[in-house]
């Protein structure tokens, strides 16, 4: 592991004269705890590299908390009680409005975010600030600036109409598979030009076969044009036929298309990376209120899409103020990825559509998909080639790693394929599935890559987590186009405004706070403000915190600015408060959430999904 050391200054070291706190990071510890599952020997220094007893990854067999069925009221009770009677003969619901407001505890305090902000809350009178928005008589009140024909904040999701056409497989695929089609023939007539010139055959016999290729890939290229009989136009919209769903919109002046925007600038961008589990939507908006140009959801799997599961549709939700957003497809199947992306492209609002090639999750390679197309490359041809012609206004971009293996990097040889297979941009992180984030980001490899592209922007991804990083690496990669930023937002979230105001911030602990505050209030507006939102947003605090923590402030550094794979000495912060957001305990990160989301329920506990092992 290449983790250097991050020294403090002497006065905020903790040594054994003046003791030690449960709120302090333990270094030593943790040190010689990944020391043994590294394998090192403690008497020559010599690392045993046993896969089975490394631990890596995640943490699979964590312990997650599950609410209570009390937690659930039935829609019919959310306003209080005077309102129509619930209609459903076997409801799973509960209807005891009483006994569920015994058991749903006292209010978490005397503001409900969501109340204050829109003027109703949606939770009634399950919402955990409930009191803030109900009358004496217990029904669930409505502000008079209230406006409920007013556009949503938040949109994509899956409706139940495509949620039923999609599990009964009557959603409209024709476009898609016709793609695909054409898209292996194009691959075949260019199987046959290498297998020529490989030969050693006649030139007009390669002339023949490339005028063949041409014509082909405009026919492709054609695809992104849909006749029309009639114009269409505002008093004359496109009408999707009771069998066909699925219908192609591109050439569409009205619908999620009415704004007819150019293809995405994909240069001179800071881009959020799509974290998994820790992209979700409300930390997207802090990253965006801190200056990030570009975001992009969580990693969506295609199979679980299509067959359109709520839980993977929330990955595409976006928010309003996310002006530049992408959705990031997952899978190991042309045919299901240009599916999926089909049906984002014709159901949801995004700006691009994202091909993970880099993913290193074991589950997922082992299945094909992630860092496993980067050694498919015909399976990866299908897909880049069908879906980059899906729409003209809706770039397909690439994100990919070096390689699979740390010895063998193969980025540089698809990246010129993936440009000329109509891709409209590509990510690279600087480091190999193998690496995982062990190594530090190889970015004189990325501006070899970049330096091959043509015309396509490339962006740089990796270890990134100051301003001072930032102008390094772009010194070390002048043919990068932008750069993406994946853990030093988690640890950072504003080194976005790092970046554009060209110099450190160092918050106080109290703004750091301040930040945790409006996660959680984002949160509330995203998952709910009754008992099951508020602990979904626990666990996404939780899980955030467990990057939060590594923040060291610039004060207590010897030399900043901090490296992202750089362990801090021992130390204690200026206030409690400080000291308390330094631990690496995740008892410490539940105390944090307990001032900002109320007690924990009983028998709470937990462990953060990743290791984090590369500090």
Not at 115 to 122: D, E, F
Not at 199 to 211: A, L, M, N, R
Not at 217 to 242: M, R
Request: proline share 5%; hydrophobic share 30%.
């Amino acid at each position: 592991m290449e983790a250097g050391i991050c020294y403090i200054k002497p006065e905020y070291l903790v040594t054994e004269a003046n003791g030690s706190s449960d709120t302090i990071n333990t270094e030593n510890s943790e040190t010689n705890k990944r020391k043994r599952e590294d394998g090192e020997d403690k008497a020559g220094g010599n690392k045993k590299w046993d896969k089975k007893e490394r631990k890596r990854g995640q943490n699979k067999n964590r312990p997650v908390f599950k609410d209570e069925r009390y937690s659930h009221l039935c829609h019919s009770l959310i306003d209080g009680t005077g309102g129509e009677p619930c209609s459903l003969a076997n409801c799973r619901y509960v209807h005891d409005l009483d006994a569920f407001l015994a058991a749903k505890g006292e209010d978490l305090g005397p503001k409900c975010y969501v109340y204050t902000t829109k003027g109703y809350c949606a939770r009634g009178v399950s919402c955990r600030f409930s009191k803030a928005h109900t009358s004496e008589q217990g029904r669930n009140l409505k502000r008079e600036d209230y406006d409920d024909k007013a556009p949503p904040t938040t949109f994509n999701g899956v409706s139940s109409e495509i949620q039923v056409r999609l599990r009964k497989h009557e959603y409209d695929f024709s476009r898609s598979k016709e793609l695909i089609k054409l898209a292996e023939k194009l691959r075949d007539v260019r199987k046959q030009i290498e297998q020529k010139k490989k030969d050693g055959k006649q030139e007009q016999s390669v002339g023949t076969i490339e005028e063949k290729q041409s014509e082909t890939s405009e026919k492709l290229d054609g695809e992104q044009q849909i006749d029309s009989k009639e114009p269409v136009t505002q008093d004359n919209p496109p009408v999707a036929t009771e069998a066909s769903t699925g219908c192609a919109i591109d050439d569409s002046p009205v619908g999620r298309d009415a704004d007819q925007k150019p293809a995405v600038d994909f240069r001179e961008k800071l881009v959020l990376s799509p974290l998994t589990t820790l992209g979700n939507l409300p930390f997207r908006r802090i990253c965006k209120e801190f200056g990030a140009d570009i975001t992009c959801g969580e990693m969506a799997c295609a199979q679980p899409l299509l067959k359109g599961m709520g839980q993977e549709w929330a990955l595409t939700k976006r928010h309003q103020s996310e002006d530049v957003f992408g959705v990031q497809l997952c899978g190991n199947n042309p045919n299901m990825l240009n599916q999926a992306a089909q049906v984002i492209h014709e159901t949801a609002q995004a700006d691009f559509i994202d091909l993970n090639i880099g993913c290193p999750i074991d589950l997922i390679y082992q299945q094909g998909g992630g860092s496993a197309l980067m050694r498919r490359t015909n399976i990866l041809e299908l897909t880049v080639r069908s879906c980059a012609v899906l729409s003209d206004r809706l770039p397909f971009t690439v994100k990919m790693r070096t390689g699979i293996y740390a010895d063998k990097s193969v980025a540089h040889e698809l990246l010129p394929l993936v440009e000329e297979w109509g891709a409209s941009a590509v990510t690279l992180h600087g480091r190999s599935r193998e690496q995982r984030y062990t190594k530090h980001a190889n970015w004189n490899y990325i501006e070899e890559c970049a330096a091959k592209a043509k015309r396509m922007p490339v962006i740089g991804n990796g270890d990134i987590l100051s301003y001072e990083d930032y102008v390094e690496r772009r010194t070390l990669a002048p043919h990068v186009s932008s750069v993406m930023i994946g853990r030093g937002a988690l640890i950072k979230p504003w080194i976005f405004q790092e970046i554009k105001e060209k110099q450190a911030w160092s918050p106080s602990s109290s703004q750091r706070y301040e930040m945790l505050q409006k996660f959680s209030n984002y949160g509330l507006e995203h998952w709910g403000s009754d008992t099951k939102g508020v602990e979904t947003t626990r666990r996404f605090l939780l899980e955030w915190q467990s990057f939060l923590y590594r923040y060291i402030p610039e004060a207590l550094q010897t030399a900043p600015p901090q490296k992202i794979n750089a362990r801090p000495q021992k130390y204690r912060g200026r206030d409690e408060m400080e000291t308390l957001m330094s631990s690496g305990n995740a008892a410490d990160w539940v105390k944090l959430s307990e001032s900002l989301l109320g007690r924990v329920p009983d028998g709470f506990s937990f462990v953060p999904k990743h290791k984090a092992n590369a500090f």
